[in-house]
C-alpha cells in the first residue's frame, strides 16, 4: 500500500509538472480504483485467514478466539487503509503534503484516539474499543481527503504546476547580458 502511495504520488506529481491534466486525473483515480480493489482483496483473505491465524502463534484457545474475532475488524481497517494510502499520495502529488497531515492529525490524534481509549475502558469493550475507534478515525481521514481529491480542477493544478522559463542572465559567450 505504501508502494501504491508513493507511485501514485510520483506519477500524479509528475504529470501535473508537464501540464498534462488529463494524465493526472487518470493516474490519480487509477490508484484510488487499484487500492480500492486490493483493499478489499487484502479484507477478504484476513476474513478467510481468522480461524488459522490465531493457531499459529498460541494453542491457548481464548487466544485464538480473540484473534479469530479481532480479525473481522481488522479486515475493515484493511479495507479503509489502502484507499487512505493512496488518497495521500495522490495529495501529495498535487504538492499539498499538510492537507494529508491535518486530515491524519484529525482523523488519528482527534478522533480515533480518544473515541478508541472510550470505547475501550468506558464503555470496556477492550480491544475492539481501540479498533473501533482506530476505524472511525481512518474513515473520517478517508472522507477528507476523498472530499478534497474529488475536488481537485485538474487543469487548474496542471497549469499551477509550471515553472516559468526565465531568459537566460548570460548570453551564450559566458557574459552576463
Given at each position: 500500500?505504501?508502494?501504491?502511495?508513493?507511485?501514485?504520488?510520483?506519477?500524479?506529481?509528475?504529470?501535473?509538472?508537464?501540464?498534462?491534466?488529463?494524465?493526472?486525473?487518470?493516474?490519480?483515480?487509477?490508484?484510488?480504483?487499484?487500492?480500492?480493489?486490493?483493499?478489499?482483496?487484502?479484507?477478504?483473505?484476513?476474513?478467510?485467514?481468522?480461524?488459522?491465524?490465531?493457531?499459529?502463534?498460541?494453542?491457548?484457545?481464548?487466544?485464538?478466539?480473540?484473534?479469530?474475532?479481532?480479525?473481522?475488524?481488522?479486515?475493515?481497517?484493511?479495507?479503509?487503509?489502502?484507499p487512505?494510502?493512496?488518497?495521500?499520495?495522490?495529495?501529495?502529488?498535487?504538492?499539498?503534503?499538510?492537507?494529508?497531515?491535518?486530515?491524519?492529525?484529525?482523523?488519528?490524534?482527534?478522533?480515533?484516539?480518544?473515541?478508541?481509549?472510550?470505547?475501550?475502558?468506558?464503555?470496556?469493550?477492550?480491544?475492539?474499543?481501540?479498533?473501533?475507534?482506530?476505524?472511525?478515525?481512518?474513515?473520517?481521514c478517508?472522507?477528507?481527503?476523498?472530499?478534497?481529491?474529488?475536488?481537485?480542477?485538474w487543469?487548474?493544478?496542471?497549469?499551477?504546476?509550471?515553472?516559468?522559463?526565465?531568459?537566460?542572465?548570460?548570453?551564450?559567450?559566458?557574459?552576463?547580458?
Amino acid at each position: 500500500m505504501l508502494s501504491l502511495a508513493t507511485c501514485a504520488s510520483t506519477r500524479v506529481s509528475n504529470e501535473l509538472g508537464a501540464n498534462r491534466a488529463g494524465p493526472a486525473y487518470q493516474s490519480a483515480f487509477v490508484s484510488l480504483a487499484v487500492s480500492m480493489v486490493s483493499g478489499c482483496l487484502g479484507g477478504l483473505v484476513m476474513v478467510a485467514a481468522r480461524g488459522s491465524w490465531g493457531s499459529l502463534f498460541s494453542h491457548d484457545k481464548g487466544i485464538v478466539r480473540g484473534v479469530k474475532k479481532m480479525m473481522l475488524l481488522m479486515a475493515l481497517v484493511e479495507v479503509v487503509n489502502f484507499p487512505l494510502a493512496a488518497c495521500g499520495g495522490i495529495v501529495r502529488g498535487t504538492a499539498r503534503p499538510w492537507l494529508a497531515m491535518y486530515a491524519n492529525l484529525g482523523g488519528f490524534y482527534l478522533l480515533a484516539l480518544p473515541l478508541g481509549v472510550v470505547l475501550a475502558f468506558e464503555v470496556k469493550l477492550g480491544l475492539s474499543g481501540l479498533l473501533i475507534g482506530f476505524l472511525i478515525g481512518m474513515v473520517a481521514c478517508l472522507i477528507l481527503l476523498l472530499i478534497f481529491v474529488l475536488r481537485i480542477n485538474w487543469d487548474e493544478e496542471a497549469v499551477g504546476k509550471l515553472i516559468p522559463r526565465h531568459a537566460s542572465t548570460t548570453s551564450r559567450d559566458g557574459k552576463k547580458k
